[in-house]
């Protein structure tokens, strides 16, 4: 995690504009441009479309392609149990969806593996990869003669708010997947009063960026690259766009 | 290497290919399927192999003999035909002589197995007293059917156990069966083969056909 107020601090170093009129930016303009820098980090570690090539849909950098992306993403890997009935896996929304324990199951941000708990002779359990398809090769397979889903190897798909696992009779799956990462927030109280009024943190309604350390340069870049163009200050945006590139 | 499965074999194909990033669309039925009909394949060219050095054997690990879970595949009558056959459990090998079934016989006299015929014995024996088989029960293969000969409701077996070459398409893919380790590298790589895709003849656009 990386504490909001030292990143805060570091992004107003850099854009060096604190208090100088038409660039001043508001908490609430701070925390929205952290958010959304975080998103832009996040998927740049998952894999970003932008960067596909035509007819070979690998970007350059993509979750698992290195030690690297793993380590980057591992806060965000969450496993939930769940009791399915019909076949159909509930896709976390941070909200409604509860796993076995009747736990809330943090928000499905991306795949990373669904398994099916396959009870053995001697009744103990195995996990068996549930393989995703595409939609319209569910017929095909369901049908199938040679490859027909079973408890042993069964497929899915994966639908608006759940994913549908054929056979139906699948019971018992764990998902694994990357959660959506939690909203950043420099809480603050004011101080002073008229001319003199200034926010202070607040620590302990804060939320901290959920990203790893190492990567608190790359987001405040990424940070002062939108606050450059709410600014209209060339000089930063070519900057954070020069060291996004370069890597920092 | 140890005794196999259908689900062994199949994994390693499936872990070789994985390695050659070819293994995209290739799901274990595939691979089974294709087990199958290449193991039938190298068991057919070892014994022609070896028949002209005037051997021509099979090896007995290759036979396996399917019971009916203990209780016998059921015998029945033809309501149209009339004849007493039961359903095969698995696709035969082909082999000379038959011998894609090396043996049937009643469930309760394993040792006393029934006589093999060509299909026709009986629109060439009918009739002579050859037909009779002196009393025993011969049977014949057709369709997916073993058809007995000299069999009515009064001799005919409830349920009988038969022995096969290479029945792999019938045998549950975990079951531990005993191929021998140089027929499974060979029937191994001939998967292999097969599921490798042939590579691009030409990847650049030009009209200008590359070597």
Redesign the interface.
């Given at each position: 995690m990386i504490n909001v107020n030292d990143f805060r601090t570091w992004f107003f170093y850099l854009a060096n504009k604190a208090g100088k009129a038409g660039s001043w930016i508001t908490p609430v303009e701070f925390n929205r441009l952290t958010n959304q820098a975080l998103q832009e980090w996040t998927m740049s570690v998952y894999g970003n479309p932008a960067q596909y090539q035509p007819g070979r849909p690998v970007p350059l950098v993509a979750y698992e392609m290195t030690q690297k992306q793993i380590d980057d993403l591992r806060h965000l890997i969450t496993n939930r149990d769940f009791l399915i009935s019909n076949g159909q896996v509930p896709i976390p929304d941070g909200s409604t969806v509860t796993d076995n324990t009747n736990q809330i199951a943090p928000a499905y941000l991306h795949w990373t593996a669904l398994y099916n708990y396959y009870t053995l002779p001697d009744n103990t359990y195995t996990e068996r990869d549930i393989k995703v398809i595409r939609s319209n090769d569910i017929g095909r397979r369901v049908n199938?003669l040679?490859?027909?889903p079973t408890l042993k190897?069964p497929v899915a798909e994966i639908r608006d708010t759940y994913i549908q696992v054929y056979p139906k009779t699948v019971q018992f799956v764990r998902f694994e997947y990357l959660r959506y990462p939690a909203t950043a927030n420099w809480a603050y109280t004011i101080t002073g009063t008229g001319a003199q009024a200034r926010p202070v943190y607040d620590a302990a309604n804060s939320v901290d960026i959920d990203a790893p350390k190492e990567v608190m340069n790359m987001l405040t870049v990424m940070a002062l690259s939108f606050a450059g163009v709410n600014m209209r200050e060339d000089q930063l945006r070519s900057y954070a766009e020069q060291m996004k590139k370069e890597g920092v | 290497m140890a005794l196999t499965s259908k689900e062994r074999m199949a994994e390693q194909v499936l872990n070789e290919l994985n390695k050659r990033n070819l293994d995209s669309n290739i799901e274990y039925g595939d691979v089974f399927v294709r087990l199958s009909q290449e193991l039938g394949r190298v068991i057919f060219n070892r014994f022609v192999a070896t028949k002209a050095d005037e051997i021509g054997e099979v090896d007995g690990s290759l036979y396996y003999t399917f019971t009916g879970e203990g209780n016998g595949i059921t015998v029945q009558q033809d309501p149209v035909m009339g004849y007493w056959y039961f359903n095969l459990p698995a696709s035969t090998t082909a082999m000379f002589y038959g011998m894609g079934i090396k043996s049937v016989a009643a469930l309760k006299s394993p040792l006393k197995p029934y006589k093999p015929v060509v299909n026709g014995f009986n629109d060439l024996f009918n009739g002579l007293d050859a037909q009779g088989l002196e009393g025993t029960i011969g049977y014949y293969t057709e369709k997916d059917r073993v058809i007995f000969v000299n069999v009515t409701a009064i001799n005919s077996p409830v349920s009988v156990i038969v022995t096969m070459l290479a029945p792999l398409d019938g045998i549950a893919e975990d079951e531990i069966i005993n191929i021998p380790s140089d027929i499974q590298g060979e029937v191994v790589d001939r998967v292999i083969q097969y599921f490798a895709p042939m590579p691009p003849k030409d990847l650049v656009n030009d009209r200008v056909d590359q070597p």
């Amino acid at each position: 995690m990386i504490n909001v107020n030292d990143f805060r601090t570091w992004f107003f170093y850099l854009a060096n504009k604190a208090g100088k009129a038409g660039s001043w930016i508001t908490p609430v303009e701070f925390n929205r441009l952290t958010n959304q820098a975080l998103q832009e980090w996040t998927m740049s570690v998952y894999g970003n479309p932008a960067q596909y090539q035509p007819g070979r849909p690998v970007p350059l950098v993509a979750y698992e392609m290195t030690q690297k992306q793993i380590d980057d993403l591992r806060h965000l890997i969450t496993n939930r149990d769940f009791l399915i009935s019909n076949g159909q896996v509930p896709i976390p929304d941070g909200s409604t969806v509860t796993d076995n324990t009747n736990q809330i199951a943090p928000a499905y941000l991306h795949w990373t593996a669904l398994y099916n708990y396959y009870t053995l002779p001697d009744n103990t359990y195995t996990e068996r990869d549930i393989k995703v398809i595409r939609s319209n090769d569910i017929g095909r397979r369901v049908n199938s003669l040679i490859n027909t889903p079973t408890l042993k190897r069964p497929v899915a798909e994966i639908r608006d708010t759940y994913i549908q696992v054929y056979p139906k009779t699948v019971q018992f799956v764990r998902f694994e997947y990357l959660r959506y990462p939690a909203t950043a927030n420099w809480a603050y109280t004011i101080t002073g009063t008229g001319a003199q009024a200034r926010p202070v943190y607040d620590a302990a309604n804060s939320v901290d960026i959920d990203a790893p350390k190492e990567v608190m340069n790359m987001l405040t870049v990424m940070a002062l690259s939108f606050a450059g163009v709410n600014m209209r200050e060339d000089q930063l945006r070519s900057y954070a766009e020069q060291m996004k590139k370069e890597g920092v | 290497m140890a005794l196999t499965s259908k689900e062994r074999m199949a994994e390693q194909v499936l872990n070789e290919l994985n390695k050659r990033n070819l293994d995209s669309n290739i799901e274990y039925g595939d691979v089974f399927v294709r087990l199958s009909q290449e193991l039938g394949r190298v068991i057919f060219n070892r014994f022609v192999a070896t028949k002209a050095d005037e051997i021509g054997e099979v090896d007995g690990s290759l036979y396996y003999t399917f019971t009916g879970e203990g209780n016998g595949i059921t015998v029945q009558q033809d309501p149209v035909m009339g004849y007493w056959y039961f359903n095969l459990p698995a696709s035969t090998t082909a082999m000379f002589y038959g011998m894609g079934i090396k043996s049937v016989a009643a469930l309760k006299s394993p040792l006393k197995p029934y006589k093999p015929v060509v299909n026709g014995f009986n629109d060439l024996f009918n009739g002579l007293d050859a037909q009779g088989l002196e009393g025993t029960i011969g049977y014949y293969t057709e369709k997916d059917r073993v058809i007995f000969v000299n069999v009515t409701a009064i001799n005919s077996p409830v349920s009988v156990i038969v022995t096969m070459l290479a029945p792999l398409d019938g045998i549950a893919e975990d079951e531990i069966i005993n191929i021998p380790s140089d027929i499974q590298g060979e029937v191994v790589d001939r998967v292999i083969q097969y599921f490798a895709p042939m590579p691009p003849k030409d990847l650049v656009n030009d009209r200008v056909d590359q070597p």
